[in-house]
């Protein structure tokens, strides 16, 4: 999985493409340190090039959002494929997140 | 009833119908061809008829016309002299003499000169004829007599030519039939001088004529030129009837038809009635007498023969068809007792079949049986001796467990069935509450005893066999010891017991054996073993064993002993019910599937090696890319759980993957020798919560069982065995 950070106007937001297993997941969940460094705005999941996510995937994504809770910011998720919004939809994840 | 009745009329009326045309048809065609024989052999007759008639009339006819040529020739011979001697009249009785003297066949002859030729004897005729072997000199000119105004005088002056008078009765020498030939005689002027006759006697043509006897009441006659029969006086009476007949006949048109064709000196043949006969006519004319002959002959006489063979004809006719109907009324008078019997009978038969499709439904008949068990493969088959059989087989599946029977009920038919349908019933009744083969068969044995007043018995055999391990229980009573077949083809031990039936509270032995993947077990019913050639050789447990040594599916083996025993058995009658079950035990998922083994070390950047198993999966069943994400997840959530948590951190263990894809499901046994851990006993993760109280894991797990059809978990051996099963 490759993970591509950019700075947008008034959001962090990170493209991730590939797979997103419990293999990679000790990976992605370091390179996705700037997302919870700015968790305190608005923080944007890109996911339309993502092809598979795991319980570990699923357990980043939930690291995030507790921590834009905790510091009062905003988790988009955009562009989910149906795959993964399936799995999204399966463990509740769907009312967790903004989607967009 | 009515409309039994209603149908037997039909059915008579249909036969007399039937009879009716069977009998006409035979009459017309004997008629038919009565009539055609009859035409043929007419029409041959009459042919017949017609050649012997001619060639007697020719024969007799030759014969005429040389007594006629003589008699011609002795006057032709004689004409020179007669006219040298026209001078001296005196002499010309020495040429009359000489006529008659010299020809046999002349009776008298004269030589009449012409009225006034002579100056002398204005009639002068003198004439000289046979009186007994002598000859007579007479003269014909007397006053009474006035010969020139005689026929045979004045018609050859007429004509100037040689004449043949009518035949006429010579009343001066003896009543005799005569005929006279005259010539004219020319003197030196050439005028006509006299007349020389030659007569001649026809006794002998009616004599020869009366001979003629060609037919039994055939008649033959002479008919002059005006129509008179030539006969002599004495036998005109005798004749008399066929004068009368013959004399009516002219008045006849048929007969002025055959008169004028006879005159016309034609020959042939006609056919006049008269007064209700039938005669056939054959005609030829002697031109130069101008008679005609002809043979008249009675149909009678001729078709005579034909119309009494046809008499008879027509009397074997009439009798012969008389039989036939008296056959046919005896026929159907038999066919209606015979269907009346057959109807009975198949009535009979009919209820027979009823019972047998009744004792049929009650064993299972579809094959194969569990179409969803990859671990069993099993077929039964039962072939009754008559309609009904005494011979049952059972199976089904309760808890995982197969519960399987066959049993041999003492003697066949109608009895034997319900006996039969009994012990079907008590089997299933009590199988369902136990699951001891013994319990089971101690049950209906005391069961079957207390009611058993016809002393009727089973032989029972009965096997419970848990599909989990291949361990199976069975318990014998009585019956044929099943075959096991597993590297080779053994007689599984079996305690011998007593059969089902006879005495309550009989002890029965429980055995049991352990069957391993691929073992199987054949059961069967002495009708198998006791199967009978028409050599009485028994068809026998080798024959069996060799059989089955084939390997084959539970149906092939099941067709190919059949049809063995078929073979053996050939013409003769099946003698006994034969019944078998072959049930093979077999390794789940072995057929018709395919597997996949993948081991996986406990580090957790193996698990993509999962994504690549489930890739390959996919691709060979096709399967859409949310299903394939959905596998890789739920598998690699419970490996990842493996890798995680089984062994003691630093502690290098293995996970086992044996994938197995079947038709309609795929199965994933993760197997490790970790400890003991049930992620099915793990408490449902609430998804419903917010973000503050989800807690960051337990989400595997519950992505597992959301995902998967089921999940089973497993401690054997030291192992945990979790089973992911996805139905397709």
Known sequence: MEVFINEEANATVARLVGRLDTAVSQDVSSALQPLMDAASGTVILDCSQMSYISSSGLRIFLGIRKEAAAKGGRVIVRNLPDTIRQVFMMTGFLNLFEIQ | MKRRKLKDNLAERRSARTAFWVVIVAAVTLEATSLIQTYYAQKNIKEQAGLRAQTQLEYTRLNILDIIDQAESAVRNSIWIAQWCLQFQDSLSRVTYRVVNDNPVVMGSTVALMPGFSKRYPLFAPYTCRVGDSLALRSLATEEYDYPSQEWFTEPVKQDAGYWSEPYIDTGGGDVLMTTYSVPIKDRQDRTAAVLTADIALDWLIDMIGDIKIYPHATTVMISRSGQFMMSRDREMMRSTLIDIVNSMRDHRDFQKLDHAMKAGQTGSTTIKYDGDEYHVFYAPIVKTGWAMCIIVPSEDIYGSIRRMGLWVLLFQVLGLALLILILNTYFKNQKKFNALNEKKERLQGELRIASNIQMSMVPKTFPPFPDRHDLDLSASIVPAKEVGGDLYDFYIRDE????????????????????????????????????????????????????????????????????????????????????????????????????????????????????????????????????????????????????????????????????????????????????????????????????????????????????????????????????????????????????????????????????????????????????????????????????????????????????????????????????????
């Open chain 2, 401 to 728: 467990r197969l519960f399987f029977c066959i049993g041999d009920v003492s003697g066949k038919g109608v009895p034997a069935s319900l006996v039969m349908a009994i012990t079907r019933t008590l089997f299933r009744n009590v199988s369902s509450l136990q699951n001891s083969p013994m319990k089971i068969v101690t049950a209906m044995n005391d069961s079957m005893s207390e009611m058993n007043e016809s002393n009727m018995f089973v032989t029972f055999f009965c096997g419970v066999l848990d599909l989990h391990n291949g361990k199976m229980h069975y318990c014998n009573a009585g019956h044929n010891a099943p075959l096991i077949l597993t590297d080779d083809i053994q007689f599984l031990p079996v305690e011998p017991n007593l059969p089902l039936g006879i005495m309550k509270g009989m002890p029965f032995v429980e055995q049991e054996v352990q069957l391993n993947y691929d073992d199987a077990i054949f059961l069967y019913t002495d009708g198998l073993t006791e199967a009978e050639n028409i050599n009485h050789e028994l068809f026998g447990e080798e024959r069996m064993k060799e059989v089955l040594h084939e390997r084959r599916s539970a149906q092939g083996h099941m067709e190919a002993v059949q049809a063995a025993v078929s073979e053996f058995v050939g013409d003769a009658p099946q003698s006994d019910d034969l019944t078998m079950l072959f049930l093979h035990y077999i390794r789940p998922g072995e057929e018709g599937s395919s597997e996949r083994h993948l081991t996986l070390h406990n580090d957790i950047n193996q698990i993509p090696q999962l994504a690549t198993l489930i890739e390959s999966i996919a691709r060979e069943k096709q399967l859409d890319q949310a299903l394939a994400m959905s596998l890789n997840l739920a598998l690699e959530e419970a490996v990842t759980n493996v890798i995680l948590y089984a062994y003691p951190p630093k502690i290098d263990g293995t996970v086992d993957i044996d994938a197995t894809i079947r038709k309609d499901s795929l199965q994933f046994v993760i197997t490790d020798k970790g400890s003991p851990f049930d992620p099915t006993v793990v408490p449902e993760a609430d998804t419903t919560l917010g973000v503050e109280d989800r807690p960051i894991g337990g989400l595997g797990i519950y992505l597992v069982r959301k995902l998967m059809d089921s999940v089973e978990y497993e401690y054997t051996d030291g192992k945990n065995i979790l089973t992911l099963t996805k139905k397709l």
